[in-house]
């Protein structure tokens, strides 16, 4: 069997530093939902608009039960551990932990999004070069089973409609906060080949068209105050072919797999270029909504 890699948690303003501690370690989790082969040891604990002192200190007595030290120390945090999760909820926070991670030459899982802009994207890519970095980031949605054997059973699709949620960030733009799920999903249906981004905000959330450089388009419709994903494929075939996420985030349950199979190098995760993609079209819609136009997707 083998040994169990020490995960550092970097951001307690999340809730996934809650659902991850779970689904690693908790004894109440049923086994088969339980994903082995990565404990979370160390979390490191700092102020962001995303999440309260007392909501903090809700998920601080959790880790603790399982056994997690929650410290403010950075280096005291990443000291004693194998690989980085690094969870932090607000996206202009992921630049600077980011360039505290890459110093380490330790495996990062950055959560989703890449970063809060596309410069920022650029210089943390540059930040990973330097320094030899094994990385990938990804949004959760990306491993929903039912997102997967869409992909898998109508690849090369001639386009697709995604529906989604559209939270609202407690700081910065919610579109790049949020609607990286729904983009995330697009891209893992449609592949790479986006050219430009048409996003119109309304009462109920907001519309986005997506055309491809191959003459595909790609729609998603983004909805306040709900908590569901799914859509249809458009197959090659001329099929119609409705999906949707499975029920109990089980996602969250196939991305941590995918972060031991990466971190034991048995994965590379998902590629970069996918990820930069998905990161230029959330920013392209973020500059859509504000200009009232088509917005390309640049690298």
């Known amino acids: 069997m ?25 004894p109440a989790v049923p086994e088969a939902d339980r994903v082995d082969g990565l404990k979370v040891t160390r979390c490191l604990r700092f102020k962001t608009p995303f999440q309260s002192e007392e909501g903090m200190d809700q998920r601080q007595t959790y880790l603790e039960s399982q056994g997690v030290l929650v410290i403010k120390d950075f280096e005291e945090a990443a000291a004693d551990c194998d690989v980085i999760l690094l969870t932090v909820d607000d996206p202009s926070a992921h630049l600077e932990y980011f360039r505290k991670c890459a110093g380490l030459g330790k495996p990062v899982y950055l959560d989703k999004p890449f970063a809060d802009t ?38 090369n699709p001639k386009g697709a409609f995604v529906y989604g949620a559209l939270g609202e960030a407690p700081a910065g ?14 891209e893992r249906l449609m592949g790479r080949g986006a050219a430009s981004v048409t996003m119109i905000p309304d009462s109920c959330g907001a519309l986005c068209h997506v055309a491809y450089r191959d003459g595909r388009r790609g729609a998603v419709e983004f909805i306040h105050h709900i908590w569901e994903y799914g859509g ?5 075939d001329g099929g119609h072919h409705p999906f949707a996420s499975v029920p109990g985030h ?7 797999r995918e972060c031991v199979r990466f971190f034991r190098g048995e994965s590379e995760g998902v590629p970069l270029e996918d990820s930069l993609e998905i990161m230029a079209m959330v920013e392209a819609a973020d500059r859509s909504v504000k200009s009232g136009r088509a917005e390309p997707v640049c690298f």
């Open 2 to 26: 083998k040994k169990d890699l020490k995960a550092a948690l970097i951001g307690l303003d999340t809730s996934h530093a809650v659902n991850f501690t779970k689904l690693l370690q908790d």
């Open 232 to 236: 249809i494929l458009h197959a090659a």
């Open 118 to 155: 596309m410069e920022h994207t650029r210089k943390m890519m540059e930040l990973a070069r330097e320094k030899h970095l094994r990385y990938f980031t990804a949004s959760a949605l990306r491993f929903d089973p039912g997102i997967v054997s869409a992909a898998e059973k109508h690849p």
């Open 173 to 186: 733009s919610s579109i790049v906060w949020y609607a990286v799920h729904c983009f995330e999903i697009l």
């Open 250 to 256: 089980r996602f969250y349950i196939e991305l941590l």
